[in-house]
């Protein structure tokens, strides 16, 4: 009794958070509709979630859906997962960018829902596979909407978002937490982590993933992207990795106009993780349970904006989307 009022509280002042948040996306941007959606979802560990058990602590999150025009033409549409700091501004920027192009969003909140802001300095508030859930969860709702076209929905994600988009690709997650009548009809994933090998990683779903990353990344390095997308290459998949030379972490970010030291940041760039067979992640060094406490994660991490880089991922992502998922 008393979980359901918490979660009851919390759905509410989510939508209050939520509420002002739609107010002031119709205040910045030229949509025809925004719509505030409560998003009831589970919060999961990673083994729960590797293991495939579904009944994990209930959650109720939201998100917020723009449709760029009227009429009732069903719409392509992006479902946007945000880093580790939460819902940011670039998130915001990109969700504009693409109802110009005529592209619904939907900005999901993996967050406030939790009682959380950011997990950039203990990354261990949440599991990090928690997000992929969510992810689907946002799939299934969208593919209901009047709106939306079922069939041209992709998700974009950014660092821990874009670890959760490019990893919501696996068939054997989908199998496990995902409807079988929805699908993904793209991946657009922003400077990920690529760290984590997982049983039957190479087995991804048949559509296009495009992973964009700066090659300057010291918070989540593009070494093990590089690698798995190659591995991903020889298993036949469409996959394709575009680096721009000398950009930083949330490169895509105006705001960040003079560099960032986040210096509390947790960051795993000198872990090498995998899955076990219990569904635990484990250090491939020492075979040891991984914890944020393990002796391989560094604090530090450096985040700044790119304009040449952030230009040419505009560049990148519009030719992408405007082949994918064809808005009119």
Known sequence: ????????????????????????????????????????????TDQEFLTGKHDGTPVVLAGQLRIPRGGTDRLPAVILVHGSGGVSGYVDDWAQWL???????????????????????????????????DTYRALALLAK??????????????????????????K???????????????????YPDCRTIYHDDDDVANVP?????????????????????????KAGKDIELREYAGAQHAFDWPLLKTQVKLAQAQTTRRC????????????SETKNVFTYGDPCVELGATIGYSAEAYAEAQKDVRVFVLAVLNPK
Request: charged residues 15%.
């Open 99 to 133: 109802n110009a192009l005529g592209v619904a969003t939907f900005v999901l909140d993996s967050f406030t829902g939790r009682g959380l802001v950011s997990v950039a300095n203990d990354q261990s508030q949440l599991g990090r596979l928690a997000m992929i859930v």
């Open 209 to 233: 993933i495009r992973i964009f990353h700066g090659g300057a990344d010291d918070y989540s390095p593009v070494d093990t992207c590089r690698l798995y997308v190659d591995r991903l290459k």
């Open 145 to 170: 909407h009047p709106r939306i076209d079922p069939s041209r929905i992709a998700v974009m994600g950014f660092s821990r978002g874009g670890q959760a988009a490019l990893y919501s690709s696996l």
């Open 172 to 190: 054997r997650f989908q199998r496990m937490h995902l409807s079988a009548s929805t699908s993904f009809a793209a991946y657009i994933v922003f």
């Open 1 to 44: 009794m008393w979980l359901k009022s918490i979660v009851s509280i919390r759905s509410w002042l989510t939508a209050v958070i939520v509420f002002a948040w739609a107010i002031s996306g119709l205040a910045h941007s030229q949509v025809f509709r925004v719509e505030v959606h409560p998003l009831p979802s589970v919060t999961l």
């Open 272 to 283: 090498r993780l995998e899955e076990s067979t219990d569904g635990t992640i484990i250090n």
